[in-house]
């Protein structure tokens, strides 16, 4: 099926979430302040439908990998990535915190059945990849994948990116859901 962007392509319900934050809608063009320096900050702007329709591109480019099939295809509801693709339509949301919450508690991205939610700091990625290598990581969870920290096959959604050319992008610490992981700015720049 498609990738949709609720605000964008769309207006689609947000699934709750337990926790401080919560899936919202992105606005087609999204501004924001990025610190250079202590002195220094610009104003950038976003295309989001283009930044996302890149980023799709390379996770369907994954979907085309015999690696990256098999390993789906051996999680818990024993799809190919392709499979898990092909049934229905993604949903992205932006991520934000709930009220009383700073940006501090943002995961990296949430999956919440076929939505996936990702931090707004991910505007500011100019490495496509690695937004792509977190959608992998976050459909290995609609695969089957679980999100139980504790659990023995905890580290499934992550070791995806190992069969799935996003090697560069693995990290052996995360496990279920880690809510605190945060995004590596491009360069020396933060989103303000």
């Known amino acids: 099926m498609a990738l949709q962007i609720n605000g964008v392509t769309g207006t689609f319900d947000v699934p709750r979430v337990v926790g401080s934050y919560l899936f919202t809608s ?32 390379l ?35 932006l991520l934000q915190p709930k009220p009383k919450f700073g940006p501090e508690v943002l995961p990296l991205a949430n999956a919440a059945g076929r939505d996936i939610g990702l931090n707004p700091a991910f505007l500011n990625e100019e490495d496509n990849q690695a937004i792509a290598c977190t959608l992998v990581h976050e459909l290995a969870h609609i695969a089957g994948a679980t999100t139980n920290p504790n659990a023995k096959d905890a580290h499934a959604a992550e070791l995806a990116l190992t069969s799935c050319k996003c ?6 610490d995360i496990v279920g859901i880690n809510n605190r992981f945060q995004i590596k700015p491009s360069a020396t720049s933060r989103v303000a």
């Open 59 to 93: 996770v369907e480019e994954k979907a085309k990998r015999k690696p990256c099939n098999e390993y789906f295809a051996k999680l818990a509801r024993k799809k190919t990535l392709k499979e898990v693709l092909d049934e229905a339509d993604i949903i992205l949301h």
């Open 26 to 57: 992105y606005e087609r063009t999204m501004k924001f302040r990025v610190i250079v320096s202590e002195k220094v900050s610009q104003e950038k702007t976003v295309n989001v439908q283009s930044k996302f329709e890149a980023v799709w591109r």
């Open 167 to 172: 090697t560069s992008f693995y990290d052996k």
